[in-house]
């Protein structure tokens, strides 16, 4: 699986977007941007994937950029329920259908 | 519709006793993944399964580690002669399988060895 780059961690206050950047140079025609969060003592949660163009959901809403070397989950404003790791996982549309997650972006809320 | 069912939520073992940890997919998911998680660390593949096979056992230790998905009844990874490194959160998850692309994770099973 192609490698991904996140920040260690980020910080935002309540009631603002935030912006969650996530580089993945060696990204293939096939891979797919995945991204996942976890709460403190839960398992992962889906949240958002797409492949070219951006998407919106409930959630969130995912950026990728025109060559695909990064994309941005924006979180269009930022709750205390939103802290959590963010991580950005690429996935082969052909292989494996299992998902390898990095360290991704432990996400602080300050009220 | 009930999501990914994991029990027991912590289990607590003693140095050489076996440790079964369950994971019921959730209804109509024929696929399993099974995750660890150590102290402030990501979560690391262990297995992925369908029923009655195992597909990619590519994170699995070499020893005391066996996962199964029998044709009824739950996941179980089966840990043998528990020793303190196995103390972790262990994340069962199950999908459609392809083309869901999506994954639906358990609460997990905190075990810890002591």
């Known amino acids: 699986d192609a490698k991904t780059t996140q920040p260690n961690s980020m910080e935002s206050n309540e009631e603002e977007p935030v912006h969650l950047p996530c580089n993945h140079s060696?990204?293939?025609?096939?891979?797919?941007i995945h991204w996942y969060r976890q709460l403190p003592s839960q398992g992962p949660e889906y949240v958002i994937h797409?492949?070219?163009s951006n998407v919106n959901n409930r959630m969130a809403s995912l950026a990728i950029a025109e060559d695909r070397k990064s994309s941005t989950l924006i979180l269009h404003r930022a709750t205390l329920r939103d802290a959590a790791v963010y991580y950005c996982?690429?996935?082969?549309?052909?292989?494996?259908?299992?998902?390898?997650f990095g360290q991704g972006t432990r996400l602080t809320i300050n009220p | 519709n009930a999501g990914v069912m994991q029990n027991p939520r912590h289990l607590v073992r003693r140095r050489g006793q076996e440790a079964r940890l369950r994971c019921s997919p959730m209804?109509?998911?024929?696929?399993v993944y099974w995750y660890r998680q150590l102290p402030e660390e990501g979560l690391k593949f262990m297995v992925y399964?369908?029923?009655?096979?195992?597909?990619?056992e590519s994170g699995m230790p070499k020893e005391r580690f066996s996962a199964e998905f029998p044709k009824e009844g739950p996941s179980i990874l089966r840990i043998q002669q528990v020793v303190r490194g196995d103390s972790a959160a262990y994340f069962c998850?199950?999908?459609?399988?392809?083309?869901?692309?999506?994954?639906?994770f358990g609460s997990g099973t905190q075990l810890s060895v002591l």
């Open positions: 998850a199950s999908s459609l399988g392809p083309p869901e692309e999506k994954l639906f």
């Open positions: 060696t990204i293939s025609g096939t891979d797919y």
């Open positions: 797409g492949l070219t």
């Open positions: 996982i690429l996935r082969d549309d052909q292989g494996a259908q299992k998902l390898v």
């Open positions: 209804k109509g998911h024929s696929h």
């Open positions: 399964l369908q029923k009655e096979n195992i597909i990619d």
